[in-house]
């Protein structure tokens, strides 16, 4: 069975607990890191379930990201059917994953504010599965639904929040997305059971600002599924336990892409003109975040077994 892992802190101290009935049950384990946690294994983890202290009401703690350093921030882009399609891309066409990186930095709670630094001025939102990765590896790797069990220990939920205009016009993917709070995390830890992978293909995600819903999808329109895209990951990374995967984001986002005449048009342009202009045009795209604005992301699977809670942000300004 799934154990729902939070990070919390009670009375200035930190601890790991087992999320039940909306009660914390805190956790016998001695460790500060989600590394750390991890290479205990699965068996300590169940056993300390077992074992654990009387519970706190789930209001009276403060949740923090179940993920920290020294965790990689691993990336897909563009992984979802319609998101391609939105993107101008054919997803029976693309063979290949698009990676980047965030910063470890960026990593923030599950409740509390995204903060917009002064100089941002289109900031969007990406929610995403992650994936929870629990084995140390070296070297490339052939990863299969048949084993992806070794190498994936959970799952949470994931925000990319991004600045559009420090990733595009800059062409800055791993600045545009690294300010800090720019990666909110959690609030559970999922730990799965081998027979429970097949949620991962089964998981609906939904993120609202100010209670309208902008995005909302499957993970079963994923195109690049988790075992490939840790096979690939790689031939490029070795993975530690704690690392985590951001798998994509679905369509729905603030970014709004130009028509391919005005792109073609736009190429003609001198390149601070050309990126003045797309600005201006976005600017005028209502659904990029704004001061004060609310943020929600759920992930869960339709038939209620796996939840992996909800993530509250507000956005603020960096004084």
């Known amino acids: 069975m799934a154990l729902n892992i939070v990070r919390f802190t009670l009375a200035g101290t930190q601890r790991w607990g087992l999320l039940e009935n909306q009660q914390v049950f805190p956790l016998d384990i001695d460790c500060t890191t989600t590394q750390a946690l991890l290479e205990q294994g699965r068996e300590t983890i169940k056993a300390a379930a077992s ?99 070794d190498f994936v220990a959970g799952i949470c939920i994931g925000n990319d929040v991004s600045a559009r205009d420090v990733q595009i016009p800059q062409m800055q993917f791993h600045k545009g997305k690294s300010y800090r709070t720019f990666c909110p995390l959690g609030p559970i830890l999922c730990l799965l059971d081998k027979d429970e992978l097949h949620y991962l293909h089964k998981l ?55 028509s391919a005449a005005l792109v073609k048009l736009s190429a003609l342009l001198p390149e601070a003109k050309k990126w003045d202009l797309f600005i201006k045009g976005q600017k005028k795209r209502p659904q990029y975040l704004k001061l004060g604005d609310r943020v929600k992301s759920t992930i869960a699977s339709r038939d209620g077994v796996i939840n992996l809670g909800e993530q509250i942000h507000v956005i603020t300004g960096d004084g």
């Open 204 to 258: 609906q995600l939904t993120l609202t600002v100010n209670g309208e819903r902008r995005q909302y999808d499957s993970t079963e329109n994923l195109v690049h599924k988790p075992a490939e895209t840790l096979t690939e990951f790689s031939q490029i990374h070795d993975f530690q336990p704690g690392d985590v995967v951001m798998t994509g984001t679905p369509s729905g986002c603030a970014l709004g892409l130009p």
């Open 51 to 149: 074992n654990r202290a009387d519970p706190v009401a789930l209001d009276t703690v403060t949740l923090l990201s179940p993920i920290t350093a020294p965790a990689k921030v691993l990336c897909q882009g563009a992984n979802y059917r319609q998101h391609m399609i939105d993107s101008g891309m054919n997803p029976d066409e693309k063979n290949f994953n698009m990676f980047f990186t965030k910063s470890t930095a960026a990593i923030t709670g599950p409740n509390g504010n995204i903060v917009k630094p002064r100089h941002v001025q289109l900031l969007d939102y990406e929610i995403e599965l992650t994936l929870v990765l629990g084995k140390s590896t070296h070297g490339p790797l052939e990863i299969t639904n048949n084993n992806l069990h």
